[in-house]
T-cell receptor
């Protein structure tokens, strides 16, 4: 158990809908990362937050947004969902300035 | 150019043998970190080992060691005494520091390792 909690584990929704994925980082970790893993794109970095502030942005679509709250949990919002958004979405956390990031179990999103 | 290159899409290794998974990287940042993660069929990403760009010694964690050759920009993962439970996808990743305190993490495409009894 990495200590990073993601909910829900599985999500099935229809095209055009909006969903919210939630992540609780490890205790003491200030930095949260979001990744998307799909069969055709591999593991893609989406966005990073540190102590509530956005720190880096990767290949995140405009339909997607994220935030980190004062209690350090983070949410990834996906809207106007398309079939191609079906993927495994990972959250990871780390202590800024140190080394490894620890991943949650992921949320498997299926858009039908 | 690819930031992280893993040229072996799949590999087989006999149980109890050692195996090396290749990873090359490209960065102009003098301060960077290199990671290896394991992803079993269950899907979770498991951190294995880390090497900082200024670390003089190669990182080791149990049966895992990272063969860091800075001049060649390679960070190969060596797994000694392979076990059946090592069968998984292995990802190499690099963290670079960007301006303004930003960081960027890039993953390779992965190598699927299968351990044969």
């Amino acid at each position: 158990d990495s200590g990073v909690t993601q909910t829900p584990k599985h999500l099935i929704t229809a095209t055009g809908q909006r969903v919210t994925l939630r992540c609780s980082p490890r205790s003491g970790d200030l930095s949260v990362y979001w990744y998307q893993q799909s069969l055709d794109q591999g593991l893609q970095f989406l966005i990073q937050y540190y102590n509530g502030e956005e720190r880096a942005k990767g290949n995140i679509l405009e339909r997607f947004s994220a935030q980190q709250f004062p209690d350090l949990h983070s949410e990834l919002n996906l809207s106007s969902l398309e079939l191609g958004d079906s993927a495994l979405y990972f959250c990871a956390s780390s202590v800024q300035g140190t080394t490894e990031a620890f991943f949650g179990q992921g949320t498997r999103l299926t858009v039908v | 150019a690819q930031k992280i290159t893993q040229t072996q899409p799949g590999m087989f290794v006999q149980e109890k043998e050692a195996v090396t998974l290749d990873c090359t990287y490209d960065t102009s940042d003098p301060s960077y970190g290199l990671f290896w993660y394991k992803q079993p069929s269950s899907g979770e990403m498991i951190f294995l080992i880390y090497q900082g760009s200024y670390d003089q010694q190669n990182a080791t964690e149990g049966r895992y060691s990272l063969n860091f050759q800075k001049a060649r920009k390679s960070a190969n993962l060596v797994i000694s005494a392979s076990q059946l439970g090592d069968s998984a996808m292995y990802f190499c990743a690099m963290r670079e520091a960007l301006s303004g305190g930003y960081q960027k993490v890039t993953f390779g495409t992965g190598t699927k390792l299968q351990v044969i009894p």
